[in-house]
C-alpha cells in the first residue's frame, strides 16, 4: 500500500538555524498537510496546500514558517529561525480529494529538537 | 471545551476485555476519524464515520456517531497486548484539515 514518507525521522538543531523537513506524499494525492504535536499534547494543524497554494494556516502557522512543493514529489516544511518551542514532531498528510469523505494518511513523522 | 476532546484520558484493561472510548465535539461536521498512535509512531488511520452514518464497524473496531449529541464512541472488542498505543479522533470540519482531541491512552494487559 502506497505511504507518506518523512525525512529525517529525527533532527537536532541549534535555536535559531533554518531547518527543512521533507515529505514524499502519496503520488495521486493533490491536497498536503503539515500538523505537529509537541510532546504530550494533541496534534495541531498547521497548514494546507493545494494546487501550489497554501489553502488555510493556523495562528501557528507565522512567518517563520514556509512550505514549498519544489518538485512533483517533494513537499517540504521550512522553519526558518527556530525557537525552543518548535521542538516537537512534525506529520505530513496527503489525501486525494479534499472536502470529500477520504481519510488522511499520515507519515511517520520527524522528532525536530531544537537545542 | 475544546472541539474533539477524548474520555478517559487514560484506559487499562486486561486483554480479551473491550475497550471503550468516547469522543465529543462542539460544530458540524463532515466526517469523524479514528487514528491510532504507537509511542513515539505516527498516526494510523483507523476508520472514518460520515456524518449521515450512525454505525460502522471494521473487524474488531466499532464506531457509533450521535450527532444530536455531538459525540462518537470507539469500540476495540477482544482487545490484545498489541492494541496498546493512543487513539484520538478527529473532525473534518469541511475545511479539509482535521481537528484532533486530546486522545485515550489504552494500555492492554496480558
Known amino acids: 500500500e502506497p505511504e507518506v514518507t518523512q525525512t529525517p525521522s529525527h533532527q537536532v538543531t541549534q535555536m535559531g538555524q533554518e531547518v527543512i523537513l521533507r515529505c514524499v506524499p502519496i503520488?495521486?494525492?493533490?491536497?498536503f498537510y503539515w500538523y505537529r504535536q509537541i510532546l504530550g499534547q494533541k496534534v495541531e494543524f498547521l497548514v494546507s496546500?493545494?494546487?501550489?497554494?497554501?489553502?488555510?494556516k493556523s495562528e501557528i502557522f507565522d512567518d517563520q514558517f514556509s512550505v514549498e512543493r519544489p518538485d512533483g514529489s517533494n513537499f517540504t516544511l521550512k522553519i526558518r529561525s527556530t525557537k525552543l518551542e518548535d521542538s516537537a514532531m512534525y506529520f505530513c498528510?496527503?489525501?486525494?480529494?479534499?472536502?470529500?469523505?477520504?481519510?488522511?494518511?499520515f507519515g511517520d513523522g520527524t522528532r525536530l529538537s531544537i537545542l | 471545551s475544546q472541539q474533539g476532546e477524548e474520555d478517559p484520558q487514560a484506559l487499562s484493561i486486561q486483554e480479551g476485555e473491550n475497550a471503550t472510548m468516547n469522543c465529543s465535539y462542539k460544530?458540524?461536521?463532515?466526517?469523524l476519524q479514528w487514528y491510532r498512535q504507537n509511542s513515539g509512531r505516527g498516526l494510523v488511520h483507523l476508520i472514518l464515520?460520515?456524518?449521515?452514518?450512525r454505525e460502522k464497524h471494521s473487524g474488531r473496531l466499532r464506531v457509533t456517531l450521535d450527532t444530536s449529541k455531538k459525540s462518537s464512541s470507539l469500540l476495540i472488542t477482544a482487545s490484545r497486548a498489541a492494541d496498546t498505543a493512543s487513539y484520538f479522533c478527529?473532525?473534518?470540519?469541511?475545511?479539509?484539515?482535521?481537528?484532533f482531541g486530546q486522545g485515550t491512552e489504552l494500555s492492554v494487559k496480558p
Open positions: 498528510a496527503s489525501v486525494g480529494v479534499a472536502h470529500s469523505n477520504q481519510p488522511q494518511h
Open positions: 503520488s495521486n494525492h493533490l491536497y
Open positions: 496546500f493545494y494546487n501550489n497554494e497554501i489553502s488555510e
Open positions: 460544530t458540524s461536521i463532515n466526517n
Open positions: 464515520i460520515r456524518s449521515n452514518e
Open positions: 478527529a473532525t473534518d470540519l469541511w475545511g479539509g484539515k482535521l481537528i
